[in-house]
């Protein structure tokens, strides 16, 4: 499988750097450019045709919502996640109309932009966790029915899921999936909080009870 490319836009370069040492680490990702403004990003973006495009909403001169509008035009096929400070619903919504695929808060574990990324480069929404349960009834749509609290699950939230039901540890799932263990363990509080489970022994019951896994 090849590795999800990925672009960088934000007008600090330590951040650029932080973001690029983060997600250069991570198992089928690698960062092929960096970007400090609208224009440049625009231009690399149409020579390298990323995968996904990580930006900020604030950047002098042209903004992340403008630099959004076009890069549907020029690059259709490029996912766009936002890593932004703001979490006010209107910035949110601004920025999905405007063609973001994830909205990830500055503020959020590494974690949660990771799979972001990853969520975005299959075609799939993300918000920030903590975006979700105020944002869930403003924000519209989201992408998924939330009649089933399963269906808010990502594919590797399921996938933790399924092995944590199963009596494997944080650190066993990090080594299967090619993740940190800190990733993993984002993602368990993520699932247990989202299907409104407390423990692991109500994991386990609600694994068996929807046949993810089963009793011999």
């Known amino acids: 499988m090849n590795s999800i490319s990925i672009v960088?836009?934000?007008d600090h370069a330590v951040l650029r750097h932080g973001l690029r040492s983060l997600l250069d680490r991570e198992a089928g990702c690698a960062v092929v450019g960096e970007a400090s403004g609208g224009p440049a990003a625009l231009d690399l973006a149409a020579?390298?045709?990323p995968d996904v495009i990580v930006i900020d909403l604030m950047m002098p001169g042209m903004s992340g919502l403008e630099v959004m509008r076009q890069l549907r035009e020029r690059a259709p096929r490029t996912r766009i996640v936002v890593l932004s400070m703001h979490a006010d619903a209107v910035y949110v919504r601004e920025a999905l109309r405007a063609g973001a695929v994830g909205y990830?808060?500055?503020e959020a574990p590494s974690a949660e932009l990771v799979e972001a990324?990853?969520?975005a480069a299959l075609?799939?929404?993300y918000l920030s966790h903590a975006l979700e349960e105020h944002l869930q009834s403003?924000?519209?749509p989201i992408g998924v029915?939330?009649?089933d609290p399963y269906d808010l699950l990502s594919e590797s939230e399921r996938t933790v899921l399924k092995l944590a039901a199963q009596g494997h540890t944080a650190a066993e799932i990090a080594r299967q999936l090619s993740l940190s263990t800190r990733t993993v363990e984002t993602y368990?509080?993520?699932l247990l909080h989202k299907l409104d489970l407390k423990n692991t022994a109500e994991l386990v019951r609600y694994a068996i009870k929807r046949g993810i896994i089963s009793i011999e």
Do not use: A, M, P, W
């Open 47 to 49: 020579r390298l045709h």
């Open 188 to 190: 368990r509080t993520n």
């Open 8 to 10: 960088l836009v934000d």
């Open 138 to 140: 403003d924000v519209e």
């Open 104 to 106: 990830v808060l500055k």
């Open 145 to 147: 029915s939330v009649d």
């Open 123 to 125: 075609g799939r929404r």
């Open 117 to 119: 990324v990853r969520e």
